[in-house]
């Protein structure tokens, strides 16, 4: 969302909706990246406070008369006071935190301002301040459902909650982030938490393409993921539209996540429908994914300690462990493994061009074989995972888009 246009579109789309709503929202367009830079370079932050008061100004223009105004500059002090204090304690993580939370805090305010004036009354709200607490290290922090549920204090009256994505309160009491694109996790906690009917996740594309558009290869909206495909998707297949974790606090109670374009009429075309697993004698092949650069760690059965230790310290993500015989396989990014190096020995390490994964119905290969060296890494009824080495990737998703019926 970059313009008062764009922002006035949410209040659009929620006067059509009756009943009680919860509104989760990420930072304005490019604030996140913003404060990114700026924890990590915070000397070169002088204008940052102001530029950021100039950008929500221009989709709130009143908040200076609104009843958020004292919020409003809370906030924005609040960053200028965390950089003073991280230019000489660089290591101060719970500044890094409150710093880079503040992009939702101030989204939040101009949402909730935007809302309140085309007659929806609405109100920002932090989602540390009722009750959302977030466990676990580095990028496999998640929602603690359990005891944000003895915390949770969201009211169910009006007027409509416009919560702070992205972050909650910790283990140890102060803020904490989950990984980026965290607001969607964020979304279906709370709506796991307050029995929620469904939730929809309002992007700028036409919900979920059959492979990510990143490659330039135009395919279709899949109309219905079930739950396991769309984690699938989201882990293993590049598809940056929803968040990894989003979709397992709906599972248990079935709870429905439609994936709509903000931009567009609600049309088949332009929504993805996720729910429970439905596998019929029918059931196609629904996507592609790809995630480029992959290596593949062997060692013997059962892992070392050690080595799960060394990864969850240097904050390395694992995509996958799959075990086959005396031997487990560790997959990951290449990109991790100049960290890895100096803290493992005795283990075997094979890199690939890319991960495919196929969601639903796993096709016959044989027709590819001679656009690729593939490997399998594992199937489920969901769908597979295969490492590749091929010397034109892009080529390679294009036949396959095309030869199984995905392109447009």
Not at 242 to 249: D, K, N, V, Y
Request: aromatic share 6%.
């Amino acid at each position: 969302m970059r313009s008062r246009s764009d922002f006035d579109l949410i209040a659009d789309k929620l006067s059509s909706f009756s009943g009680k709503q919860v509104l989760v929202v990420s930072a304005l367009w490019g604030v996140t990246d913003r404060l990114i830079r700026a924890v990590n370079e915070p000397h070169y932050a002088n204008k940052l406070v102001e530029d950021l008061r100039t950008q929500h100004l221009r989709i709130s223009p009143d908040i200076s008369k609104s009843s958020w105004n004292s919020l409003f500059e809370k906030v924005l002090s609040g960053i200028s006071r965390d950089l003073v204090l991280l230019s000489t304690k660089p290591n101060q993580i719970q500044a890094r935190n409150r710093i880079l939370a503040s992009g939702e805090r101030l989204s939040a305010i101009v949402v909730a301002n935007n809302l309140t004036n085309s007659n929806l009354p609405s109100i920002p709200v932090g989602a540390e301040d009722v009750g959302l607490k977030i466990q676990g290290h580095g990028a496999m922090k998640r929602v603690n459902l359990e005891s944000s549920k003895l915390h949770l204090n969201l009211s169910k009256k009006s007027p409509i909650p416009v919560l702070t994505g992205w972050f909650g309160e910790g283990e140890d009491g102060d803020i904490t982030l989950l990984s980026r694109g965290g607001s969607d996790h964020s979304a279906s906690s709370i709506a796991k938490l307050i029995c929620a009917d469904r939730v929809i996740l309002w992007k700028d594309i036409k919900g979920i393409q059959s492979l990510n558009p990143r490659w330039g290869i135009p395919t279709n909206t899949i109309p219905y993921l079930g739950y396991n495909e769309a984690i699938t998707l989201a882990m293993y297949g590049g598809a940056s539209v929803i968040h990894p974790f989003s979709i397992e606090p709906l599972i248990s109670s079935g709870i429905p996540m439609e994936v709509r374009c903000i931009f567009a009429p609600h049309t088949p075309e332009t929504t993805t429908y996720i729910g429970p697993d439905i596998i019929t004698q029918d059931s196609n092949l629904k996507a592609i994914g790809c995630k480029p650069g992959i290596s593949v760690i062997k060692c013997h059965a059962p892992i070392n300690s050690k080595i799960l230790s060394m990864l969850e310290q240097i904050d390395i993500t694992m995509w996958s462990i799959q075990t086959k015989g005396n031997f487990a396989y560790i997959l990951l990014s290449s990109s991790h493994m100049e960290s890895i190096f100096p803290h493992v020995d005795s283990v075997d390490v094979n890199h690939f061009t890319a991960l495919i994964s196929f969601v639903g119905t796993i096709p016959s290969l044989s027709e590819f074989d001679e656009d690729g060296d593939w490997h399998e890494f594992s199937k489920s009824k969901n769908g597979g995972l295969f490492a590749v080495n091929t010397d034109n990737l892009e080529y390679l998703l294009r036949k396959l888009s095309a030869n199984l019926e995905l392109s447009c």
